[in-house]
């Protein structure tokens, strides 16, 4: 990214921050190590790419909602991360690091673990259903928002992803890839767009747009975290690379290649920005093409 834009990006992923910590802080409960597992998931790292899509989406189509979108935004971020702690699960892909640190049931157990994803999955529809009160959104806004978030998180989305991923159709082909890419990486990332649309009044043909070109750059960043397994760093990753080579992971490389794998995410990239010509020169453009150059 551009110095200004890392600049913005930065601002902007303190805002996020902020605002899950005044969000987590608020949850009722009466358990403390549970709010510190919920914390630490939530506060503890990553790259904030989903909140900020939303946020350029919602900017780019001239939103004036930046309140509600943060919080929009902000729901999405605790879905994803609510995925990373049970994905980290010894009964998924029993991983030991997260984010830099100790995956969350090795910090905390299983126990707790489960039931801090099952928190953040829950806060996430909570925060989206009283947006209405904080930021006088309409309730059909509201709606839609959840309505996104929920057909990604759900059946057609992370959880059918999560499933095929751990168990994958035959034939293991590139076909199959990119139907597990779609639903465990894509369809969260084009919600994350189209929550920014419709937090800006997109109507239901720019909504379309938006959440396809989101599902283009969804296959670029995962095809991208495949090619990451394998040439990343443990520091830079903040995770274990190699993993899914380690555990016989079906990811493109495997199939194709590491070049062409590169030549495809550069491909949908392309396709993103094909199809969101209001994106041209904007923050979100920037944020698009990141998503393949990144190293993390
Ligand atoms: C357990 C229901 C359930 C779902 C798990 C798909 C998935 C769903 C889990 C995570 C593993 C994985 C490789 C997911 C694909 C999406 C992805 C690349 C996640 C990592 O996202 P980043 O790089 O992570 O944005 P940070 O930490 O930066 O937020």
């Given at each position: 990214?551009?110095?200004?834009?890392?600049?913005?990006?930065?601002?902007?992923?303190?805002?996020?921050?902020?605002?899950?910590?005044?969000?987590?802080?608020?949850?009722?409960?009466?358990?403390?190590?549970?709010?510190?597992?919920?914390?630490?998931?939530?506060?503890?790292?990553?790259?904030?790419?989903?909140?900020?899509?939303?946020?350029?989406?919602?900017?780019?189509?001239?939103?004036?909602?930046?309140?509600?979108?943060?919080?929009?935004?902000?729901?999405?971020?605790?879905?994803?991360?609510?995925?990373?702690?049970?994905?980290?699960?010894?009964?998924?892909?029993?991983?030991?690091?997260?984010?830099?640190?100790?995956?969350?049931?090795?910090?905390?157990?299983?126990?707790?673990?489960?039931?801090?994803?099952?928190?953040?999955?829950?806060?996430?529809y909570e925060i989206l259903a009283t947006m209405r009160e904080r930021h006088?959104?309409?309730?059909?806004?509201?709606?839609?928002?959840?309505?996104?978030?929920?057909?990604?998180?759900?059946?057609?989305?992370?959880?059918?992803?999560?499933?095929?991923?751990?168990?994958?159709?035959?034939?293991?082909?590139?076909?199959?890839?990119?139907?597990?890419?779609?639903?465990?990486?894509?369809?969260?990332?084009?919600?994350?767009?189209?929550?920014?649309?419709?937090?800006?009044?997109?109507?239901?043909?720019?909504?379309?747009?938006?959440?396809?070109?989101?599902?283009?750059?969804?296959?670029?960043?995962?095809?991208?975290?495949?090619?990451?397994?394998?040439?990343?760093?443990?520091?830079?990753?903040?995770?274990?690379?190699?993993?899914?080579?380690?555990?016989?992971?079906?990811?493109?490389?495997?199939?194709?290649?590491?070049?062409?794998?590169?030549?495809?995410?550069?491909?949908?990239?392309?396709?993103?920005?094909?199809?969101?010509?209001?994106?041209?020169?904007?923050?979100?453009?920037?944020?698009?093409?990141?998503?393949?150059?990144?190293?993390?």
């Amino acid at each position: 990214m551009t110095s200004d834009l890392d600049g913005m990006a930065a601002r902007d992923r303190e805002a996020i921050e902020a605002r899950l910590t005044t969000l987590v802080d608020a949850l009722a409960g009466d358990h403390d190590g549970m709010r510190e597992a919920i914390r630490y998931s939530l506060l503890g790292g990553g790259k904030r790419v989903r909140p900020l899509l939303c946020l350029w989406t919602h900017d780019m189509l001239g939103g004036w909602r930046r309140d509600a979108a943060l919080d929009a935004a902000c729901a999405i971020e605790c879905v994803h991360t609510y995925s990373l702690v049970h994905d980290d699960l010894p009964c998924m892909d029993d991983d030991d690091f997260r984010r830099g640190q100790p995956s969350s049931h090795r910090r905390f157990g299983e126990a707790v673990a489960v039931l801090a994803g099952d928190a953040l999955l829950n806060l996430a529809y909570e925060i989206l259903a009283t947006m209405r009160e904080r930021h006088a959104v309409d309730a059909d806004v509201c709606l839609d928002a959840t309505a996104a978030l929920a057909r990604a998180a759900g059946t057609a989305g992370l959880i059918s992803g999560q499933a095929m991923d751990l168990s994958p159709p035959s034939p293991r082909d590139a076909g199959v890839v990119d139907a597990i890419h779609l639903r465990k990486t894509a369809r969260l990332i084009a919600a994350s767009m189209e929550a920014g649309a419709i937090l800006a009044g997109a109507d239901a043909a720019a909504r379309d747009r938006v959440r396809a070109a989101g599902v283009e750059a969804g296959r670029a960043f995962q095809i991208t975290d495949d090619i990451l397994d394998i040439e990343g760093a443990q520091e830079t990753l903040g995770k274990t690379p190699g993993k899914d080579v380690h555990d016989g992971k079906l990811t493109l490389p495997s199939v194709i290649g590491v070049d062409a794998s590169r030549a495809r995410a550069r491909s949908h990239v392309d396709a993103a920005l094909a199809g969101l010509p209001a994106a041209k020169g904007t923050p979100l453009e920037r944020l698009v093409l990141h998503v393949v150059e990144r190293i993390r």
